[in-house]
């Protein structure tokens, strides 16, 4: 049994800690400085609870000290601070962010550790560039890859079209930092909210646009060897123009923390959620042009009599994947690992990443 730290105890924290416990494998911490979350899983078989400030680097010192391997679920303005430790201490390390400038520092941070580092475990990044670099891998060469992913509820009922599945924090930042991706060759930066387009996946008629940070590493795997990368997020259509309202004509790109309040008061969580996964590549194989896609609709569900949203699954079996691969010698042992370089067939045979089962029937429309 291998001793593992989960940092965060919200949503995803604790649905990590909760599969990671129930397979018996691994004896779970979870640190959070919030005691009503952590009170959610005192006294559940297989998992510790620690009150903890996790920006406070001697507590995550002694935290860390003879674990096998650290999971970050905290806020991305602390994966730094929580990279550095885990590289002093000696533990795996593995987080969620979405956040690019912090992914660029643990890439720096991988290259002198004594362990494995592997970002941007959920599902975009995460899952996103394993499907995308499988499908990539099937061509002699590539023209375009176009990957869209969103957590949407399943009744909308607001005029947003949406309810809040995950952190707040990381869908206001999605929305307000720089994109990467590749135009023409070129790596280049491009603004969140824009490039909007629709598509109908199964009949339901979606909008996707640019958001930051779910390409993960794919842009600097792939450059040079692709025309056209880029990854949006998916949304009902209508929601994009409301949030350039707020964002940008309401200035609260730079108010944040109003931003927030905002929509934690205005808008209702939901576990009636659906994950829609829409991958696209087109190239040449044996000198014809070819464009192969990958779709998937992933629910809400019970597990272990419990009622957990997609996002909420999606999330959390991604990165006890890459932990489970790794524990099982599946992975390397030490340095970076880019989502990218894990199989996408080797990830969904693992008990984890078998969440992630596709539906073969669906069906999309440009």
């Known amino acids: 049994m291998k001793d593992i730290v989960v940092l965060g105890a919200g949503k995803i924290g604790s649905t990590i800690a909760r599969l990671l416990a129930g397979s018996r494998d691994y004896a779970v911490t979870v640190a959070d400085r919030s005691k009503p979350h952590l009170d959610e899983l005192a006294g559940e078989s297989g998992i510790a609870t620690v009150l ?7 507590a995550l010192e002694a935290l860390f000290a003879g674990k096998f391997a650290v ?5 991305f303005h602390l994966t730094t601070t929580i990279a550095h430790v885990a590289a002093a201490a000696g533990v795996h390390y593995l987080d969620l962010t979405e956040d690019v400038a912090s992914t660029r520092e643990v890439k720096n941070i991988a290259a002198r550790a004594g362990t494995v580092f592997i970002p941007q475990c959920g599902l975009a990044p995460g899952f996103i560039s394993i499907v995308a670099n499988d499908l990539a891998k099937r061509f002699d060469t590539l023209d375009s890859v176009r990957m869209r992913v969103g957590a949407l509820p399943q009744f909308p009922s607001n005029a ?5 599945t995950w952190s707040t924090d ?10 990467e991706a590749i135009v023409d060759g070129q790596l280049v930066e491009t603004r969140a ?4 387009e629709e598509f109908s996946l199964d009949g339901v008629r979606y ?3 640019n958001t930051s940070g779910g390409l993960g590493t794919l842009c600097d795997s792939l450059q040079g060897k692709v025309r056209t990368l880029n990854y949006r997020t998916i949304r009902y259509p209508g929601h994009v123009a409301i949030m ?5 004509d309401l200035g609260l790109r730079d108010r944040r923390d109003l931003l927030k309040d905002i929509l934690e008061n205005a808008l209702p969580s939901t576990s009636q959620d659906v994950v829609v996964i829409f991958v696209t590549v087109s190239g040449q194989i044996n000198g014809r042009a070819v464009q192969q896609t990958y779709a998937n609709k992933i629910y809400s569900q019970v ?15 991604s990165i006890c994947a890459v932990l489970d691969m790794v524990a099982q010698g599946a992975l390397p042992a030490k340095g970076l690992i880019r989502q990218e370089e894990i199989g996408l067939d080797a990830f969904l045979s693992n008990r984890f990443g078998g969440y992630y089962a596709e539906q073969p029937s669906l069906r999309a429309v440009s």
């Open 52 to 58: 903890t400030d996790i920006s406070d680097q001697s």
């Open 71 to 75: 999971l970050s679920a905290a806020p």
């Open 160 to 164: 947003l079209n949406y309810n809040l």
């Open 170 to 179: 990381g869908v206001i930042n999605e929305y307000i930092e720089p994109c």
């Open 193 to 196: 909210l824009e490039e909007r």
């Open 207 to 209: 909008e996707a646009f």
């Open 244 to 248: 350039k309202i707020l964002l940008n």
């Open 303 to 317: 597990i272990g009599g419990r009622l957990y949203s997609a996002i909420q699954v999606t999330t959390a079996a």
